[in-house]
């Protein structure tokens, strides 16, 4: 009877236990949906004014037709990679071809802002001047929400990984989530707005 009753105490333990480490990983994924729904928030605003950005150059750089063009197409596939994201924030996957859409946005704009400073008008718009402030306070917003992202990945990450949590994530389907990193360095640097 003393050891039935010692098996129910172990068995209920393990139970508890296992129940423990995984509502801490599903704690933990919920972090790191709500950190890229952060970034989700910010991406999607830039996502609105580069349109309005490039309709703005648009009627002072008629003849840079291939360029405005190359921002909105690379627009469209960040935003399209991003909803997929939005989704699954940890699909690895998602995240990496987020990444290479927003590395092409990134370098987009900065040859946008490069060649308007051969127009003087453009540089003196006043809409110009304003969507350049809200870009620039985006990016920034995008950058704290990226480092926020990493850090909830980071948690998730060690937390999944930490011996026995890797035995019943694995079990339970709980996958390695990747981290938003800039690759290429020159795409580490935020692109310079000055109109």
Do not use: C
């Amino acid at each position: 009877m003393t050891t039935t009753i010692i098996l129910v105490v172990i068995l209920v333990v393990l139970i508890a236990w296992s129940i423990g480490i995984y509502n801490k990983l599903v704690t933990q994924k919920n972090r790191l949906k709500n950190a890229f729904a952060q970034i989700d928030v910010q991406l999607k605003r830039r996502y609105d004014l580069i349109p309005n950005l490039v309709e703005t150059a648009k009627s002072y750089m008629s003849h840079e037709r291939e360029t405005l063009e190359a921002v909105i197409q690379a627009r469209n596939q960040a935003q399209q990679a991003e909803e997929k994201v939005a989704d699954q924030p940890d699909d690895p996957e998602a995240m990496q071809n987020l990444m290479g859409a927003e590395q092409t946005l990134s370098s987009s704009l900065g040859r946008l802002f490069a060649l308007s400073e051969n127009y003087p008008d453009l540089k003196a718009n006043q809409n110009m001047m304003q969507l350049s402030e809200e870009l620039t306070s985006t990016e920034n917003k995008v950058a704290f929400a990226r480092q926020a992202f990493n850090d909830a990945v980071m948690n998730y990450n060690t937390y999944r990984e930490k011996f026995p949590n890797v035995l019943f994530a694995g079990a339970f389907g709980f996958s390695p989530a990747q981290q938003f990193k800039i690759d290429s360095p020159e795409e580490r640097e935020a692109p310079e707005v000055s109109f």
